[in-house]
């Protein structure tokens, strides 16, 4: 079974500056995909970034990126120039094919101004 | 598309009373996904479906769940009797397997048992 750990159960950041959420996993699956996953207060489910486990280069959607460490089984998140509306929780996630998500526990998020 | 829609948004109910929760999922996809989530327990994979049919329910908590799919655009997560630790949001999700393509949520359904 796989399973997504996020240590962080809560980070802050100010407004500008430069944040990383951490996540590791475990699995013996060699093809998979990794995700992050935004959830403000609405509640809605938001896809930040993917990443496929055979692509070597991290992947960048704007002012996130990640820090994938395929033997190291870590995945981190690093959003840049924080903005007030990055406040919210987020969720690392694992699948060995797409849509069976494994959650990690969440990262609650604040940005302060 | 209008994306995944779920209802109802909110539900509150008595225990020992049945709750359905419906779900549509986005038009062309083949994969259908329940989850809950609670504070602690995180967020739960409770069965999914792939063209219609139910692939893994090993996340069904108990017996008093169940989950159908009856067509492509539609799907129901049943719970009877409601207990109070059934209370949780639960969402659907679909997704295109297969396709370079992630899993879109619904809204949620925030359900309380009192």
């Known amino acids: 079974a796989q399973t997504v750990t996020q240590s962080q159960p809560e980070m802050s950041v100010q407004e500008a500056e430069t944040v990383t959420l951490s996540c590791t996993y475990d699995?013996?699956?060699?093809?998979?995909?990794l995700f992050w996953y935004k959830q403000p207060p609405s509640r809605q489910m938001i896809l930040v970034i993917r990443?496929?486990?055979?692509?070597?280069q991290n992947a960048t959607e704007n002012r996130f990126s990640v820090n994938f460490q395929k033997a190291a089984k870590s995945f981190s998140l690093k959003i840049s120039d924080s903005q007030l509306g990055d406040t919210a929780m987020y969720f690392c996630?694992?699948?060995?094919?797409?849509?069976?998500?494994?959650f990690g526990q969440g990262t609650i998020l604040t940005v302060h101004p | 598309d209008a994306g995944v829609i779920q209802s109802p948004r909110h539900e509150v109910t008595e225990m020992g009373q049945e709750v359905t929760l419906r779900c549509k999922p986005i038009?062309?996809?083949?994969?259908l996904f329940w989850y809950r989530q609670t504070m602690m327990r995180g967020l739960e994979l409770l069965i999914y479906?792939?063209?219609?049919?139910?692939?893994?329910d090993s996340g069904m908590p108990e017996d008093r769940f169940s989950a159908k799919m009856p067509n492509a655009s539609f799907s129901t997560l049943k719970i009877q009797p409601s207990e109070p630790r059934d209370s949780a949001v639960y969402f659907c999700?679909?997704?295109?397997?297969?396709?370079?393509?992630?899993?879109?949520f619904g809204q949620g359904t925030r359900l309380t048992v009192v």
């Open positions: 699995t013996s699956e060699n093809n998979y995909y």
């Open positions: 996630a694992f699948s060995p094919s797409y849509g069976k998500l494994t």
């Open positions: 990443q496929e486990a055979y692509k070597q």
């Open positions: 999700a679909s997704s295109l397997a297969g396709r370079d393509t992630e899993a879109f």
């Open positions: 038009s062309g996809h083949n994969s």
């Open positions: 479906f792939n063209n219609n049919v139910p692939i893994d």
